[in-house]
């Protein structure tokens, strides 16, 4: 399909595509009946499979994904339309609104050096907002999966200036909370074991971010090479003629050096 990079292009086939939820929000037995609620587990799904294709390098398959979260958006316009709550329109010009307030760096007065200061005026700037948060932590929601949520409050509290003066200091920290672990395994409490797995893993969410790394990002590499190298090792030990469960452990390790010396997973 030829890129299209007319702006007329791009607003003709967005409302088709608006005509095309009309429809079928109006005829299909479904799409018709559907309401916030009940999307809701469905919207979360796509967006976990729109996280995962992002990770890929298919860009089919990222753009299907791109669609079917964007299905979900225009679903719910459609349905506050109905309710005479809000519009897509509405929720557009919302979002101009304050994306132009949230940057005035470029469409306003204020200067800034750098990324740094961006983020430490753009929290300032959220909690100005009408309606906006209370508190520095208060945007970040309480569903959101630990590990990122850990990431998204050191974040925010860095932006406030609360942060570590040197990255390299965090390192310390890091062998501190290892230690503290350590030492509770030899308790045998479970929930100081359980406190200072805690505190180790939000030192390393940390750090990663320290250094410019997606701490999810990186640990969900790492799944996916780990599955694709341990498949490795199962579709091997059948072709053998064995299970798992009957292996040694050192002949488990000898399939999975092979599986690395394929670099499945990478």
């Known amino acids: 399909m030829e890129r299209k990079n007319n702006r007329q292009q791009k607003l003709e086939a967005f409302g088709k595509l608006l005509d095309v939820i009309d429809t079928l929000r ?6 018709s009946v559907q309401t916030n609620e009940s999307m809701r587990p469905n919207t979360i799904e796509e967006a976990m499979e729109l996280a995962e294709a992002l990770l890929g390098t298919d860009n089919n398959i990222i753009k299907k994904e791109l669609g079917d979260v964007l299905l979900h958006v225009l679903l719910y316009a459609r349905i ?3 309710t005479g709550a809000y519009d897509i329109a509405e929720v557009c010009e919302a ?9 005035p760096h470029i469409y306003g007065n204020d200067k800034v050096s750098g990324v740094k200061e961006l983020l430490e005026h753009w929290e300032v700037i959220k909690m100005k907002e009408k309606g ?3 508190t520095v932590l208060g945007g970040v929601p309480s569903t959101l999966p630990s590990l990122i949520k850990a990431e998204r409050v050191q974040e925010k509290a860095a932006n406030v200036g609360f942060d570590w003066e040197k990255k390299e200091d965090v390192w310390e920290k890091v062998k501190e909370e290892l230690a503290e672990v350590e030492t509770e395994l030899k308790t ?7 406190k200072e797995f805690g505190d180790l893993f939000f030192s390393l969410v940390n750090a990663a971010r320290l250094y ?3 701490p999810d990002n990186a640990l969900e590499k790492t799944n996916l090479k780990f599955i694709a190298r341990f498949n490795h090792v199962e579709a091997r030990a059948r072709k053998m003629g ?12 000898e399939l999975w050096d092979e599986a690395k010396q394929l670099k499945l997973g990478e």
């Open 26 to 31: 109006e005829q299909c037995p479904w799409d």
């Open 80 to 82: 506050g339309e109905e």
């Open 95 to 103: 979002l101009r609104q304050k994306l132009i307030y949230r940057h």
């Open 132 to 134: 906006g948060n209370k």
């Open 188 to 194: 045998g409490n479970e929930v100081n074991i359980e």
């Open 212 to 214: 410019g790394i997606r």
């Open 242 to 253: 064995k299970n798992l469960n009957e292996m040694t452990l050192a002949e488990m390790d």
